[in-house]
Nanobody, 115 residues
């Protein structure tokens, strides 16, 4: 069993910053990627940013230049530094872990950006 525990969400004014964290634990086999997705009300879940074991990153166009993903492989933890937040970034943010044997999701953390 794999558990993902997210933290760091909250309410922030437009232009502000937040840092999300996600720690993975349990029976973790080889990790391929860790990353973040988000889902706004009435919309489908979408990719925000991912990072492979080799350090390659992939960002949604809407967050490039504002968000930065990083990982601490020794702690099986992934971070998302979010700067210059906009109201349209408001969503539930989900941590994602992909290994050779499974695809896992966190419970989600709410990020609300007020204008």
């Amino acid at each position: 069993q794999v558990q993902l525990v997210e933290s760091g969400g909250g309410l922030v004014q437009a232009g502000g910053s937040l840092r999300l964290s996600c720690a993975a634990s349990g029976r973790i086999f080889r990790i391929n990627t860790m990353g973040w997705y988000r889902q706004a009300p009435g919309k489908q879940r979408e990719l925000v940013a991912t990072m492979t074991n080799g350090g390659s990153t992939n960002y949604a166009d809407s967050v490039k230049g504002r968000f930065t993903i990083s990982r601490d492989n020794a702690k099986n933890t992934v971070y998302l530094q979010m700067n210059s937040l906009k109201p349209e970034d408001t969503a539930v943010y989900y941590c994602n872990l992909r290994t050779t044997v499974g695809n896992y999701w966190g419970q989600g953390t709410q990020v609300t950006v007020s204008s």
